[in-house]
């Protein structure tokens, strides 16, 4: 269990330097770990609206953060490129999150030209079901998303490191809201860049 927990931890320190140097990312991210937080309350309840939200709300504004406003230059306070972080990256680096992007992107485009996928599904009579329907295939997806990540984790390294991703990853909305509560009061203040002093002091 040690080396679980140092796993885990070394993947939440290596995500923050690594990939949330702009406040204006830390600051989606915050947002994001919100709205996240909400999506899983909504879970029990309604899992079709609560994927919706956490895909349209939370992974957008997530996703934002890092495509157009993380620095991808090289990284002066890890002396890392921007390569070698994005072949090292323990989860979806930029090429997986485009892949995974684009199947959600395509996910209502089908629904709405093909509602019986096919003829493998009832096909929806209401937008009330074909929102459901979407939001349904978006649950499964982003389900899908971690269960494969995890398994080419297992495959690739081994199963402590599968399984401190798949912790990390369902942890991150309460980790980044602790983390990064601050990224706004920085942001308004101009400060537009982390200096990461508390990295380069480690």
Same mark, same amino acid.
Do not use: C
């Given at each position: ?17 690594y990939y949330h140097h ?6 989606l991210h915050l947002v ?76 209502? !485009? $089908?629904?709405?030209f093909a509602p019986s996928?096919?003829?493998?599904? #009832? &096909?929806?009579?209401?937008?009330? *079901?074909? +929102? ?37 990853? !369902? $942890? ?10 601050? #990224? &706004?009061?920085?942001?308004?203040? *101009?400060? +537009? ?10």
């Amino acid at each position: 269990m040690n080396r679980f927990f140092e796993m885990l931890e070394t993947q939440r320190w290596d995500d923050h330097r690594y990939y949330h140097h702009s406040r204006i990312n830390q600051s989606l991210h915050l947002v994001s770990a919100i709205f996240f937080v909400i999506a899983y309350g909504m879970l029990p309840f309604d899992p079709a609206m609560s994927a919706i939200l956490a895909w349209t709300v939370s992974m957008t504004t997530r996703q934002a953060g890092h495509f157009f406003f993380e620095p991808r230059g090289y990284d002066e306070v890890n002396q890392a490129s921007d390569a070698h972080k994005e072949e090292i990256k323990v989860g979806y680096n930029i090429f997986r999150k485009i892949v995974l992007l684009a199947v959600w992107a395509a996910i209502p !485009l $089908t629904l709405w030209f093909a509602p019986s996928l096919f003829g493998t599904i #009832a &096909p929806a009579t209401s937008w009330q *079901g074909f +929102l459901h329907g979407v939001g349904i295939a978006w649950l499964a997806l982003g389900v899908a998303g971690l269960l494969f990540r995890v398994g080419q984790l297992w495959i690739q390294d081994d199963a402590i490191t599968a399984l401190a991703w798949m912790t990390k990853i !369902l $942890t991150d909305p309460f980790n980044d809201i602790k983390t990064y509560y601050k #990224a &706004p009061m920085h942001l308004l203040r *101009g400060e +537009l860049i982390d200096p990461m002093v508390h990295v380069s002091h480690r």
